[in-house]
C-alpha cells in the first residue's frame, strides 16, 4: 500500500490525544424516535494477568444496564485473554446482561472453532436480522492461533448480498483491515466489498486500544471502541453506542464507562 496517497483519504476523528473531557464533533443529529440502539465494547481481556479484569468486566456490565431500550450488544473481539480457560468464565459475566448479545473473534480469543460454537452457540462468522430492516453481520479476522487475518470475503460476500434490501447492515470485525492503524493489516479486497454496498452503513473495529474515533474509506465510515480492559491503551475505558432512528437517521457515539460522558459522536 502506497500509504501517503491512501491517507489522504482518510479522517480521523478521535479523543486519544485530547484533554477535554467532553468533546464532540460537529452536531450529532439524534432520531426523534429510536428504532434500533445497540451497544459495543471490545477488548476486555478477561484473564490477563496484572489487571483487574474482573473490576472491569463488572463496571462495563453496570454501565450498560443503565442504558434505556438497548436491543442488542456485541463485544467485538479479545474478549478474554489467551488461556482457553477463560472463555467459560467471561460468558458468565456476559449472561448478567438482560438483553441478548453476541461476540466476534479476536486474536487473543485462542479457542478452537468447537469450543466457540459449543461456548456461544454459533460460528464465529454469523449474521442476522434485528426489526426486520437491519442486517447484522459479525466476522472473524483471528483463529486459534491468533492470527492477524483478513475476514473472509466470501462469507461476508454472501451476506451483503442477502441483505442488499435492508435499509442498513451494519458490519463487526475485530481486527481493522487496513493498515492505517498501528496493529491493522492490509486487506483492500476486503474494504473494497464494504464500500460496493450502499446500504452498509458502519463498519466497527476494536483490537487498537488507543485507537476510538473514526476513519473513511470510500466515504465509508470504520469506527472503534478504544476499549474497557487490558492492560494498555486510552485511560478512559469505553464503549459505543449506535441508534437508528424510525426517519432512517443513524448516529453513534463514545461514551465512558465511569459516568457515561459522550466522547465524541458521528452522524453515520
Known amino acids: 500500500m502506497h500509504r501517503r496517497p491512501f491517507l489522504q483519504k482518510i479522517s480521523l476523528l478521535g479523543t486519544s490525544l485530547m484533554t477535554l473531557p467532553f468533546i464532540s464533533y460537529g452536531k450529532m443529529d439524534f432520531p426523534k424516535a ?6 459495543t465494547a471490545s477488548d476486555g481481556h478477561f484473564g490477563q494477568p496484572n489487571t483487574d479484569f474482573e473490576t472491569s468486566h463488572s463496571q462495563l456490565i453496570e454501565a450498560i444496564n443503565k442504558e434505556e431500550n438497548v436491543d442488542f450488544v456485541v463485544f467485538n473481539g479479545d474478549l478474554i485473554h489467551d488461556d482457553p480457560k477463560w472463555m467459560p468464565e467471561v460468558k458468565k459475566v ?25 461456548t456461544w ?24 492461533k491468533g492470527e492477524y487475518l483478513c475476514a473472509d470475503t466470501g462469507f461476508l460476500k454472501s451476506k451483503l448480498e442477502s441483505y442488499k ?12 483491515q487496513n493498515d492505517w492503524t498501528r496493529h491493522g493489516i492490509a486487506c483492500e479486497e476486503m474494504l473494497d466489498l464494504i464500500a460496493s454496498y450502499p446500504n452498509l452503513r458502519a463498519t466497527f473495529h476494536g483490537h487498537d486500544h488507543d485507537v476510538d474515533g473514526i476513519m473513511l474509506y470510500k466515504k465509508k ?8 480492559g487490558g492492560s494498555w491503551g486510552n ?7 449506535c441508534e437508528v432512528g424510525e426517519d432512517g437517521k443513524a448516529i453513534t457515539y463514545l461514551k465512558t464507562v ?5 466522547l465524541n459522536g458521528n452522524n453515520l
Request: hydrophobic share 30%; glycine share 6%.
Open 34 to 39: 429510536t428504532r434500533l440502539k445497540f451497544i
Open 121 to 144: 452457540g454459533r460460528p464465529d462468522n454469523f449474521g442476522w436480522i434485528s426489526k426486520e430492516n437491519h442486517g447484522i453481520i459479525l466476522s472473524s479476522s483471528s483463529n486459534e
Open 94 to 118: 456476559y449472561d448478567r446482561l438482560p438483553v441478548p448479545y453476541y461476540t466476534t473473534r479476536g486474536n487473543h480469543d485462542r479457542v478452537s472453532d468447537q469450543v466457540w460454537q459449543q
Open 221 to 228: 465510515p470504520f469506527l472503534w471502541s478504544g476499549h474497557f
Open 235 to 241: 485511560p478512559f475505558p469505553c464503549y459505543r453506542v
Open 258 to 262: 465511569k459516568d457515561g460522558t459522550i
Open 165 to 176: 434490501d435492508l435499509s442498513h447492515v451494519f458490519l463487526f470485525v475485530h481486527i481493522s
